[in-house]
């Protein structure tokens, strides 16, 4: 479909503009409508509706409170997901998806998202309740280990409820990637392709979860524009970030942003449960805007820190990949190829890199494997 565009309607520069302003328009709304809400007093109008409904049980009131919320959130921002993600997608050429095909996924991630964000807000409140002082604490623990599980349990669990697996046959490329794996120490479960080409011209690969459900994933859209050579050169560079054990490093790095986001909620609660119509209790679930920004809040800050350190890993595992296999062209087309079918702006303005590319962009990649020969 895409190679039939013309090239105008081809712009990686472009298209990253309009994405972007979509997933700016899109925070604006994550930001107004709750501090609106919040500031306005209709957070406490809403407890004292849900408190009568539910029989002034806090912790079912906040569950209600999240899921109505959140419901009515995704509402609004409706028309502009559908927009980004499958109007702008098929005009750029690299949506393979009918509307309904979107509309059966969106409906899956509103899905997943509301029974996580019940789990969560239930925790927090439960733990508000039993003790007020440590409860940041607490969360901090128990979200911290969920994170960890959520980490395991992806490939296994959470993808499959969006896309479609199936091992990948027997040959040439499988013996390449176990042979790879064996040499470098790095356990996998199987190796599978991922059945994104119903979906998206897009490519991608990764080395998923870890330990026991720790498993090769290649999107058939991947094999059909790359060789073998460009393929095991890209699942060498994902298997790099285990063997420099990159991904516990990650999660270190979301525990501390947990403990950030934990903190700063408790703050925030201490200082303002008795304003906007808040009852001064610290489960008062009217409080639940104030939560969401504080989170927002601690995530805006932390991302430019998080993608800096991401970029310096991403560029180790290239490293990696090089030395291991000794592809260092293999390597450069891959990105190339990479960067042409998922129509990627090889060079991003250096704001937009340093604050929202967890990965360097193509062009520092090329050019630092190029200069290391």
């Given at each position: 479909m895409s190679a039939n565009l013309p090239q105008s309607h081809r712009d990686p520069k472009r298209y990253e503009r309009i994405k972007l302003a979509?997933?700016?328009?899109?925070?604006?709304?994550?930001?107004?409508?709750?501090?609106?809400?919040?500031?306005?007093?209709?957070?406490?109008?809403?407890?004292?509706?849900?408190?009568?409904?539910?029989?002034?049980?806090?912790?079912?009131?906040?569950?209600?409170?999240?899921?109505?919320?959140?419901?009515?959130?995704?509402?609004?921002?409706?028309?502009?997901g559908y927009v980004s993600g499958h109007v702008i997608e098929q005009r750029y050429g690299l949506n393979r998806r009918s509307v309904s095909g979107w509309a059966i996924d969106w409906l899956k991630g509103l899905g997943l998202q509301t029974v996580l964000l019940a789990v969560f807000v239930g925790c927090i409140y439960a733990l508000l309740a039993v003790d007020p002082d440590l409860w940041w604490i607490w969360a901090w623990l128990v979200f911290s280990l969920i994170s960890?599980?959520?980490?395991?349990?992806?490939?296994?669990?959470?993808?499959?409820?969006?896309?479609?697996?199936?091992?990948?046959?027997?040959g040439e490329l499988k013996d390449r990637l176990f042979r790879l794996s064996e040499t470098l120490g790095t356990f996998v479960q199987g190796a599978y392709i991922w059945k994104l080409g119903d979906r998206t011209e897009k490519a991608n690969a990764a080395l998923a979860g870890w330990g026991k459900t720790r498993r090769i994933i290649i999107s058939d859209t991947l094999i059909e524009s790359h060789n073998p050579d460009e393929i095991?050169?890209?699942?060498?560079?994902?298997?790099?970030?285990h063997v420099n054990g990159d991904i516990w490093r990650g999660i270190v790095i979301q525990i501390a942003i947990i403990f950030v986001s934990m903190w700063g909620i408790?703050?925030?609660?201490?200082?303002?449960?008795?304003?906007?119509?808040?009852?001064?209790?610290?489960d008062?679930?009217?409080?639940?805007?104030?939560?969401?920004?504080?989170?927002?809040?601690?995530?805006?800050?932390?991302?430019?820190?998080?993608?800096?350190y991401s970029r310096h890993r991403e560029t180790a595992a290239d490293d990696f990949a090089i030395e291991v296999t000794g592809m260092?062209?293999?390597?450069?087309?891959?990105m190339e190829k990479l960067a042409k079918r998922n129509l990627?702006?090889?060079?991003?303005?250096?704001?937009?890199?340093?604050?929202?590319?967890s990965h360097p962009s193509v062009s520092r990649r090329i050019a630092r494997a190029r200069g290391s020969d």
């Open positions: 979509f997933g700016l328009a899109n925070l604006l709304i994550y930001v107004l409508i709750p501090a609106v809400v919040l500031l306005s007093g209709f957070s406490a109008s809403m407890r004292d509706w849900i408190s009568d409904w539910t029989g002034g049980y806090v912790i079912l009131g906040a569950v209600v409170y999240i899921v109505i919320g959140s419901a009515i959130l995704e509402l609004i921002t409706l028309p502009l960890i599980f959520m980490a395991a349990i992806a490939p296994v669990v959470l993808m499959p409820i969006f896309f479609k697996f199936e091992p990948l046959p027997d095991e050169v890209i699942i060498a560079h994902e298997m790099g970030h408790d703050l925030a609660l201490a200082a303002w449960s008795g304003s906007f119509g808040l009852n001064g209790s610290l008062d679930f009217a409080n639940l805007p104030l939560l969401a920004l504080i989170s927002t809040a601690v995530g805006l800050v932390a991302l430019p820190l998080a993608n800096a260092r062209s293999e390597f450069i087309s891959a990627s702006n090889a060079e991003p303005h250096p704001l937009i890199e340093t604050i929202l590319h």
